[in-house]
């Protein structure tokens, strides 16, 4: 089993479109004849959607209002994660965990909190 998609609802598509382009690293980008949603499809062909506020999906299905999600990076892409953040304007929060891995987090225009940990989850406790 893998994670297929997971969506965020956004205030503004095109602006948090574009900072999630620059952020996350994607294969292409889908986006809906409507213009309320668009999805990032990442390279394992999962997706990393973001809905317009109010947006209702199958079944009035909703995307998240505020959403915590991590990607797992390697060790040595910490500082580019951490500088990746700071250049699209975004204050980079850093945490190091007990067993000494690190992850930087961030909070989008909606507050939503992203993060990129160097290592994996399972690994942190």
């Known amino acids: 089993m893998r994670m297929l998609e997971i969506h965020l609802e956004v205030s503004d598509i095109e602006r948090s479109l574009k900072l999630y382009s620059q952020l996350i690293p994607h294969s292409e980008i889908r986006k809906w004849a409507d213009g309320a949603a668009v999805a990032l499809v990442l390279e394992d062909g999962s997706a990393f959607g973001l809905w317009s506020k ?61 993060e990129f940990m160097a290592a994996n989850w399972f690994e942190v406790e």
């Open 54 to 114: 109010g947006q209702l999906g199958i079944h009035n299905g909703q995307g998240g209002n505020h959403v915590h999600f991590a990607f797992e990076i390697k060790p040595e892409e910490f500082s580019y994660y951490k500088k990746l953040i700071q250049d699209v304007g975004l204050e980079p929060l850093e945490y190091e965990w007990p067993m000494g891995h690190k992850s930087i987090y961030f909070f989008d225009y909606d507050q939503h909190q992203g």
